[in-house]
């Protein structure tokens, strides 16, 4: 009885400063990390009108333009596993536009230490031909739900990162054509 009394205490508070931490962290991300800002070219409208969440796709507006994932000879890269071996350098921070990212196969640590190539640089797997930073969804409240997936149909819309020193991505905010956000 005496061990219960001992280990209950602990039990209580350890998974809550475990949430305490992961907050944190996800804030100081939010409020320090820098800024990318990427259009999205693509949603699944499924996920809109079923739930909370819209899973969009990334435009990740890289020189190779559709071949973010393919080595020479069209050869498309699929890593299984989830430890983030590629990476996508850009020369600056904020809005990205057309060919300015540089794909960085196995996140080669001297193309990403080179301030010239990569101020900043997204962290991500390639899954099935697709570079991917499991980051490609967005809360929405369900009762804006339709009103958004309307927007998003008619509209160009972008995505403000904000990308920690790891090449880690937290989703800021989705920016409509009018500059309004959600």
């Not at 001992?6 to 305490?20: D, Q």
């Not at 990212?101 to 080179?114: A, M, N, P, R, Y």
């Amino acid at each position: 009885m005496k061990i219960f009394k001992l280990i209950l205490p602990i039990a209580l508070v350890f998974p809550i400063l475990f949430f305490v931490s992961e907050i944190i962290t996800l804030e100081f991300t939010k409020t320090r990390g820098k800024e990318l800002i990427l259009p999205i070219v693509g949603y699944d409208p499924r996920d809109l009108l079923s739930g909370h969440y819209l899973q969009y796709n990334i435009g990740f507006k890289t020189s190779e333009g559709d071949a973010v994932c393919k080595r020479q000879k069209n050869e498309v890269l699929n890593q299984s596993n989830s430890d983030g071996k590629s990476c996508i350098c850009y020369p600056h921070l904020g809005m990205i536009y057309e060919n300015e990212g540089l794909f960085v196969e196995d996140c080669d640590e001297g193309t990403l230490k080179d301030k010239s190539l990569c101020k900043v640089y997204l962290r991500g797997t390639c899954k099935y031909g697709r570079f991917e930073i499991a980051n490609e969804r967005f809360y929405v409240n369900e009762a804006k739900a339709l009103e958004y997936e309307k927007r998003l149909r008619k509209e160009k819309v972008h995505i403000r990162l904000k990308v920690d020193s790891k090449g880690k991505a937290i989703t800021d905010s989705l920016i409509w054509e009018d500059g309004s956000s959600l």
